[in-house]
């Protein structure tokens, strides 16, 4: 059977492969998934033959990368006809950060190994992955440093906004090199956890799942249901492997995940003194 590699690059190539069989070279999160990566279509010609699309560029670079191959760029990709099968060399992040005049995020622009930026870095980076949560900092750091068990504001960390997955993207490796260590504001599901995980394997310093000392409080609020079944089981799963055991235990009493936007809803409520919590390190 072909490896992960091989297959990736007849995907990128335009080539038909064996999907069902290519499935089974996939990690097992991916494997889940693969309906929010690729899409497929089983070609008359031969047997078990498919044309596969990429929809989710940044999880096949991330596929790519792990399977020890270069991404190429969009140039050669379009050169073969379909630009579309390769991320731009270009990418930006929002961050806010104490050397702002008014309350615009600043802009980071990424290209190949270099950043421009406009401001000296901190050496704590916070990540909120959703939208609304990150033009709404100000509200959630007494908050996240409840979870995290430090004082948390623009004077001792700089915040970027996560955009889901898309702060997974290699061209921003180089952005992270300049901190010492990363704290993670993602949703309370499988996705916000392979994020996690993958930050965590990527990243040569301390990165840091933020999360309640005391679960009870929130059980309540774990209203979002899982696609199915195996996401569900996978959650639990990743949970318990990266050690974070109350979230595994929250997610098999409730059935549900939790979305970041909750926190919002609750903070008036939640304004505990902060306390330590260590599992999510």
């Known amino acids: 059977m072909p490896s992960l590699a091989q297959y990736l690059k007849k995907i990128q190539c ?7 069989v290519f499935l089974k070279t996939l990690p097992k999160n991916e494997q889940i998934d693969h309906w929010e990566i690729f899409s497929s279509q089983k ?43 390769v991320a731009t060399s270009y990418s ?29 870095a901190k050496k704590q980076l916070l990540i909120i992955e959703n939208e609304e949560n990150f033009f709404s900092y100000q509200q959630m750091l007494p908050l996240l440093s409840d979870f995290y068990g430090q ?11 996560g955009a889901g997955n898309q702060i997974n993207k290699g061209l921003n490796l180089c952005f992270f090199d300049q901190y010492h260590s990363v704290l993670c504001a993602f949703d309370f599901d499988l996705g916000g956890l392979q994020m996690f995980k ?17 679960y009870a409080p929130w059980q309540v609020h774990f209203k979002k249901s899982p696609k199915n079944e195996k996401h569900w089981v996978a959650a639990i799963d990743l949970a318990e492997a990266l050690g974070f055991g109350q979230l595994a235990a929250t997610f ?20 505990h003194p902060p306390t330590t919590n260590n599992e999510g390190k």
Do not use: W
């Open 14 to 20: 335009g080539e038909l492969v064996n999907y069902p």
């Open 43 to 85: 070609q008359l010609i031969g047997k078990n033959k498919f044309k596969v699309e990429i929809k989710d560029l940044q999880r096949f670079e991330q596929l790519l990368s792990d399977a020890g191959m270069p991404v190429g760029n969009r140039i050669q990709a379009a050169e073969k006809g379909d630009s579309h099968q």
């Open 92 to 120: 930006f992040l929002l961050i806010y950060h104490s050397q702002l005049f008014d309350n615009r995020p600043d802009v980071v622009l990424l290209h190949q190994d270099k950043l421009t930026q406009s401001f000296k």
């Open 151 to 161: 004082r948390l504001n623009l004077d001792n960390c700089d915040i970027v906004f």
């Open 198 to 214: 993958t930050l965590h394997q990527r990243l040569d310093k301390d990165v840091t799942f933020l999360m309640p000392n005391d």
């Open 252 to 271: 098999k009493h409730t059935r549900y995940f939790m979305e970041q936007e909750i926190l919002l809803r609750n903070i008036a409520g939640m304004n």
